[in-house]
Each structure stands twice: as structure tokens, then as C-alpha cells.
Nanobody
Framework: QVHLVESGGGSVQAGGSLQLSCVFS????????MGWYRQAPGKERELVMA???????RAIDSVKDRFTIFQDRATDTLYLRMNSLKTEDTAVYYC??????????????????WGQGTQVTVSL
């Protein structure tokens, strides 16, 4: 069982920066990606940014120019660097790991493991 432990959340003023960290207990042999989701109050959880196994990066438009995702393979740690934070970035952020689902015909890459979540609050 893969365990993800996040840290780095907190409160910051608009325009500020935060860096989230996520330590993986291990990497699933079927791993096909890792990333960060967020869930704001009253809203659905959304995938913010992810690194996929083919080397590509996915991100929602609202963060593409402000957030950076990167990985330290030596320590199995995933990071999310968030710059120029806005109030609408306020949410609980979840680290996630994707694995290939062998039970699907297309061997879909699906989110399988979750961190506990870390609160990010951006104020004016």
C-alpha cells in the first residue's frame, strides 16, 4: 500500500508563494503519474497539475503560468510550487498517485492513492 504524506500548506496573502511537498512511501510498479488535486468549499475536487509517465505535464489553465510541479526521485518526493497565489486558489490540496488499471481494456491510468490533504488559504 502506497502512503502519501503532504506538508507545506498554510496561510498566505494574495501574491505570495507556497510550496507543497508530498513524500511517497514507495512507488507502485504500475505508477503512470503523480499530481495534485484541490477541493474548495462547495466545489468538486479538481486535478490541478500532474506529471504523467510519458513525461508530459497537465495543468488547468488558471495555474499554468503560476504553479510548477517537480519531483525529487532520490527522495520520492513530489512538489508543487505555487507563485502569485490568488484568493481563488484557497482549497484543500491533495497529493495523488496514478496507477495503470489492468482491469480496464485500455489499461487506463487512474488515480489510486491519495494524501491526507493540506489546507491552503489565500487572503487579500
Amino acid at each position: 500500500q502506497v502512503h502519501l504524506v503532504e506538508s507545506g500548506g498554510g496561510s498566505v496573502q494574495a501574491g505570495g508563494s507556497l510550496q507543497l511537498s508530498c513524500v511517497f512511501s514507495e512507488i507502485d510498479p504500475l505508477n503512470c503519474g503523480m499530481g495534485w488535486y484541490r477541493q474548495a468549499p462547495g466545489k468538486e475536487r479538481e486535478l490541478v497539475m500532474a506529471k504523467l509517465g510519458d513525461g508530459s505535464t497537465r495543468a488547468i489553465d488558471s495555474v499554468k503560468d503560476r504553479f510548477t510541479i517537480f519531483q525529487d526521485r532520490a527522495t520520492d518526493t513530489l512538489y508543487l510550487r505555487m507563485n502569485s497565489l490568488k484568493t481563488e486558489d484557497t482549497a484543500v490540496y491533495y497529493c495523488a498517485a496514478m496507477s495503470v488499471n489492468l482491469t480496464t481494456r485500455e489499461y487506463a491510468c487512474q488515480t489510486r492513492y491519495w494524501g491526507q490533504g493540506t489546507q491552503v488559504t489565500v487572503s487579500l
